[in-house]
């Protein structure tokens, strides 16, 4: 069954309002964000390369983690209908395979002439540890709205 959701209008947002999204990162998420971004860099996907790199362990992609803050920000706050008009980002540490990541999106500020938000985009790893740091700027719908979440086709992996 899928999920409903609703949006926060510019209206409803408050500074210092946030939200939490939390998920474990796979082989399988590494395998589909190389396939769906077509970055084969080995230090995804090779262990034998990785093991020679500074990290000595297969890395997840660091725009993987940067994803994870477009859903929280697309499905979470502000939601649905919120169209991202900038993002600055700083990778502070590696994200392994296993790590389980919690994004945090706070809002900053409000920008009540052209209707758009600042929002504080930081993800953790499982040891509270600042994995992504950074700043969005969005422009959130000014209407309520609420939808039914479509569903997401299953992959399985061939290789």
Not at 9 to 27: F, I, K, N
Not at 51 to 72: P, R
Not at 92 to 108: A, C, E, F
Request: charge should be negative; avoid cysteine; glycine fraction near 6%.
């Amino acid at each position: 069954m899928n999920k409903m959701v609703e949006n926060i209008p510019y209206d409803e947002l408050v500074v210092g309002q946030r939200t939490e999204l939390v998920h474990t990162a796979t082989e399988e998420d590494v395998k589909l964000f190389a396939a769906a971004s077509g970055d084969t860099n080995p230090a995804h996907l090779d262990a034998e390369y990785a093991a020679t790199t500074q990290f000595k362990q297969v890395i997840v992609h660091g725009m993987f983690s940067a994803g994870l803050i477009s859903t929280a920000i697309g499905t979470q706050l502000p939601g649905i209908g919120t169209i991202y008009l900038g993002q600055d980002l700083q990778f502070r540490r590696p994200v392994y395979i296993g790590d389980t990541l919690t994004v945090s999106i706070t809002v900053l500020e409000k920008n009540d002439d052209k209707k758009w938000v600042t929002l504080e985009t930081l993800v953790t790893n499982q040891k509270g540890e600042k994995v992504v740091t950074g700043k969005a700027n969005v422009m959130p719908p000014t209407q309520k709205i609420e939808r039914t979440l479509p569903n997401i086709p299953q992959v399985n992996f061939v290789d």
